[in-house]
């Protein structure tokens, strides 16, 4: 069975700060991995994916995420967050193109002016 | 670019009652997807569709029925509303092949009296 968690349920920073909002995995073989944002009271966007390659994935708005097969992770970062980049971060993962995916229960990310 | 429109934003039902939720993207996706996303419990597969009259189950399916009529619009009913029902209900899409790029609609908000 795959999974997909993130260990922080809540994280508080203040604008400036840098984040690492963390998410690791559990599943033998290839697993494709991304991370949504969502904003209150709206759907999710995408932010980042990773498939294959260069480890390190840069998404919009500075956000990128560092991808460990030794660790099983997919951590999301960003050098220095603004107030409107408080949201819930979800991680998600499938292990094949076509196949569902496997939600984190997402972190929420408050940033303090 | 392309949105994904969800109707009716909130629905208040009755308890026992029959609801629909209905969406529409203009993504030309092949894939179609309902999401049931209550508080602290992340994002749970109701029903999803890869084409035209597809249905698959998702690990939610029980007391939900679908209907994917055309590529471009996917219905979700509420069999018999329950006041545990209330939540959050997100329709999203994505290109066949690309499942970890996923777009989602706004939501619509049940209540359940």
């Known amino acids: 069975t795959q999974t997909v968690s993130q260990s922080d349920a809540h994280v508080t920073v203040f604008e400036g700060d840098s984040v690492e909002l963390r998410c690791n995995y559990s599943?033998?073989?290839?697993?494709?991995l991304s991370w949504y944002i969502q904003h209150h009271g709206r759907g999710l966007q995408f932010l980042l994916k990773?498939?294959?390659?260069n480890p390190v994935v840069q998404g919009v708005n500075g956000f990128k995420a560092e991808f460990s097969k030794s660790d099983s992770s997919f951590h999301l970062r960003k050098a220095s967050v603004h107030w409107s980049d408080s949201a819930v971060y979800f991680c998600a993962g499938c292990v094949g193109d076509n196949s569902k995916l496997i939600w984190g229960l997402g972190t929420s990310l408050v940033v303090n002016p | 670019g392309g949105i994904i429109t969800q109707t009716p934003k909130f629905l208040i039902g009755q308890e026992g009652q029959k609801l629909t939720l209905k969406c529409q993207q203009n993504?030309?996706?092949?894939?179609m997807y309902w999401y049931r996303q209550d508080s602290g419990k992340g994002l749970r597969l109701i029903y999803y569709s890869i084409t035209e009259n597809d249905l698959q189950k998702g690990d939610l399916s029980e007391g939900y029925d679908a209907s994917r009529e055309k590529k471009s619009s996917f219905s979700l009913t509420v069999t018999s509303a329950q006041k545990n029902e209330m939540a959050v209900f997100l329709c999203a899409s994505s290109r066949t092949g690309s499942n970890t790029e996923v777009f989602f609609g706004k939501g619509t908000r049940l209540t359940v009296v």
């Open positions: 993504f030309n996706h092949d894939t």
């Open positions: 599943y033998g073989g290839s697993i494709y």
């Open positions: 990773y498939y294959s390659g």
